[in-house]
């Protein structure tokens, strides 16, 4: 960098930093002097009235001094984080019919000056668009009044730490990559970290789309999925702030330890948490109260366990799309006679026919059909109640009416209606029905049927909805998240990351399920180094996936001779991770019992974390970990133990193996036993 710049850079600092304390200094006089309001009205309350309209109207003002000062604190402590580093990029910019070229300071939220002119603009704003899309030249973006014109003639990126300026870059000499390179070589933080001054291109139209009702993104492992569908979140709520709030969105997670690894990116951004789901606590909700269902981790636990039983088999069955299509023609044509009353109905002398209750009966087809016998219940009541029943009191309470009415049911349950699925499609091999553990595979196609018969109240509160890893669930959990999730959403994964092989794996299998429907990919892999991804690649032959130019040491492989050997190398490799700066260290295995067996083992000599499925944090330092549970996260280094040709065989066992090789960011080391490495991984 040139000194002139950073001269000049540093004197605008200065001065932007002024500001900053000025505005601090100002919105902690507002908090003072509302609170003293605050208290002389409680003071005046307790002791000087005992007039109701007047406490009334007192109390009203202490509600409304008390928004005041939630949002004078929130207001601070956007302050308080722009003091840290009040922007990180600029650009100059003249407008198509001006003459002046104008500065625009880019930052994490918006700073105006007194007379409300705007000093750093949120990287959300329509104008910081530019910044993400344009090098210099012609440039444009979409504000309200439609699109605006100019050319950018100047563009320059920061890296502000602790109110100092580490480095001010013009960035017409590609820096983009540079800043991005260092952004990517440090070491992993407590959790998920903000990327607004670094977000590529191609992440940022996803960011910004507006357009998708359904946006599908695949992208490779370390792509930013993930990061980018938390920064939509947050530009979605900044854009639509007088209409969406975060209590408003809702996302599901593959479970809690990936929840608390993103849970602090919403809040450095300045916004709420939102909701965070998984399909196992939507089921919860959903099941009857009597059923106990198996978890969407045990399900893939035993597909990776037990990849030839009769229960992976099952599970292979009911992933699949030709099943789901089953389900729903089935119900269609369940439906076409599902009611069938074969008698008319007396009340005295009043005659309610059969054909009258069928044609109403089938006017509410729209309903679940209990909720279609209660319409049906009213109709013959209003009849009864004005016909010669009424005189002579022959009409019968609506419960008992519902009664009879259901009595020409085909079908007196979800559950029955489930389980007469298997006879239609000859499959009554491929259902174990058991209420006490029901499978997995059933827990969605059974609400599919519980949505059909007894309706299930949609979750129209929640105006978007983000699915994470995508790839892990089947074309029945879309169809009723469709069903009971109206509103727009963001789903994304990838498709070489598959738990369960036999789920959705392409755009076409989506485009089945979601009709208005946008599909991206990302190829790019940020997490990893050059040297990781390269070695990652063999794993995925026929899969498009690019590496950074941040290069790292080769992934090395290392064979053991026994049991106590591959103690000694793990003892040797955690002892070198602890003297030198990474923070996170993972030892994925493939299976529960090697990782038991691993922390029984290493922890005598270490501090160790071992996730499990009921594990609620992500902890810094040295974890042992399934690739089931390590989906998602990331380490500085990774250690594969086990790596042999009796643990590793198949083609899905090559998509495990991808997994946990993108787990790491700079450090790789794949352990097996001595002449028994798999031959899934080219030992060069
Ligand atoms: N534009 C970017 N600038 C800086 N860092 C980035 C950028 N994009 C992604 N990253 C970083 O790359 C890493 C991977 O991101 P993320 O976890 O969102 O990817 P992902 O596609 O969800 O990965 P996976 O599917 O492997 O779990 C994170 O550390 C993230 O901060």
Redesign the pocket.
């Known amino acids: 960098m040139t000194s002139d710049i950073f001269q000049e850079e540093n004197i605008r600092l200065k001065e932007m930093i002024r500001h900053l304390e000025e505005e601090k200094d100002y919105i902690n006089r507002k908090i003072k002097k509302d609170d003293e309001d605050y208290h002389d009205l409680k003071h005046y309350l307790s002791e000087f009235t005992a007039d109701p309209m007047e406490m009334y109207q007192n109390y009203r003002s202490m509600t409304n001094i008390d928004k005041t000062i939630d949002f004078y604190y929130s207001q601070l402590n956007k302050v308080k984080k722009l003091l840290e580093s009040p922007y990180f990029g600029r650009i100059d910019f003249r407008f198509e019919d001006g003459d002046e070229i104008e500065e625009f300071y880019i930052g994490k939220f918006n700073l105006a000056d007194r007379d409300n002119d705007i000093l750093i603009y949120d990287w959300r704003a329509p104008i910081s668009s530019m910044y993400y899309e344009y090098e210099l030249g012609q440039a444009a973006y979409e504000a309200q009044v439609g699109m605006i014109h100019g050319e950018i003639s100047r563009k320059r990126q920061y890296k502000i730490k602790d109110q100092q300026l580490q480095y001010a870059l013009e960035s017409s000499m590609t820096i983009q990559d540079d800043v991005?390179q260092r952004?990517?070589s440090t070491t992993?933080d407590d959790r998920?970290?903000t990327?607004i001054?670094?977000?590529?291109k191609e992440?940022n139209k996803i960011v910004r789309n507006e357009s998708a009702h359904t946006l599908v993104i695949q992208?490779?492992?370390?792509?930013?999925?993930?990061?980018?569908?938390?920064h939509r979140i947050a530009y979605l709520l900044y854009k639509h702030k007088e209409k969406l709030s975060s209590d408003q969105i809702t996302i599901i997670s593959p479970n809690k330890i990936f929840a608390d690894f993103i849970a602090n990116v919403l809040p450095e951004l300045g916004e709420d948490p939102v909701r965070e789901q998984t399909f196992d606590d939507i089921a919860t909700a959903l099941l009857p109260k009597n059923i106990k269902a198996e978890s969407l981790y045990e399900q893939t636990k035993r597909i990776i366990e037990e990849p030839h039983s009769n229960y992976t088999l099952r599970v292979k069955l009911k992933s699949s799309l030709a099943y789901f299509k089953q389900l729903s023609n089935y119900i269609k044509n369940i439906d076409s006679n599902i009611f069938q009353p074969d008698e008319n109905m007396h009340f005295g002398d009043t005659i309610i026919t059969k054909e009258y209750l069928l044609s109403r009966f089938q006017s509410y087809n729209n309903l679940p059909v209990k909720q279609r016998l209660d319409e049906l219940s009213n109709d013959v009541l209003d009849i009864l109640k004005k016909s010669k029943a009424a005189e002579i009191k022959k009409i019968p309470s609506k419960i008992d009416l519902r009664k009879r009415l259901s009595s020409y049911l085909k079908f007196s349950d979800a559950q029955s209606i489930y389980i007469h699925f298997f006879n239609v499609i000859n499959h009554a091999e491929a259902l174990n029905w058991n209420k006490e553990r029901l499978e997995y595979q059933d827990v969605f196609p059974y609400i599919y049927c519980i949505y059909y018969f007894e309706g299930i109240e949609s979750f129209d509160l929640v105006k978007h909805l983000v699915i994470?890893?995508m790839q892990d669930y089947s074309p029945v959990h879309y169809a009723v998240i469709n069903k009971i999730f109206r509103c727009k959403k963001t789903i994304?994964?990838?498709f070489g990351?598959m738990l369960n092989p036999f789920s959705l794996n392409s755009d076409q299998s989506f485009s089945n399920i979601f009709d208005r429907m946008e599909f991206v990919e990302?190829n790019k892999?940020?997490?990893s180094s050059y040297e990781i991804i390269a070695f990652a690649k063999q794993f995925m032959p026929d899969y498009s996936i690019e590496a950074i130019d941040r290069h790292g040491e080769k992934p090395e492989i290392i064979s053991y001779t026994n049991q106590h050997s591959l103690i000694d190398e793990l003892r040797r490799l955690i002892g070198q991770f602890q003297n030198n700066s990474f923070n996170r260290l993972g030892i994925i295995c493939k299976s529960e019992a090697q990782v038991n067996q691993l922390y029984d083992e290493l922890k005598q000599f270490f501090t160790l974390n071992k996730l499990s499925d009921t594990s609620e944090t992500f902890e810094q330092g040295i974890t042992v970990t399934t690739i089931q549970l390590a989906?998602?996260?990331?380490f500085d280094e990774v250690l594969i133990p086990f790596a042999n040709a009796d643990v590793y065989k198949s083609k899905f066992d090559k998509g495990l193996l991808y997994?946990a090789a993108?787990?790491a960011?700079h450090k790789l080391t794949v352990l097996h036993k001595k002449s028994e490495l798999t031959p899934l991984i080219k030992n060069e």
């Not at 001054?197 to 590529?200: L, P």
């Open positions: 991005l952004e990517l992993s998920m970290k990327i001054s670094t977000i590529q992440q992208g490779v492992a370390g792509s930013g999925k993930s990061a980018i569908a938390l994470d890893e994304l994964g990838d990351q990302l892999s940020y997490r989906k998602g996260l990331e997994i993108t787990r960011m």
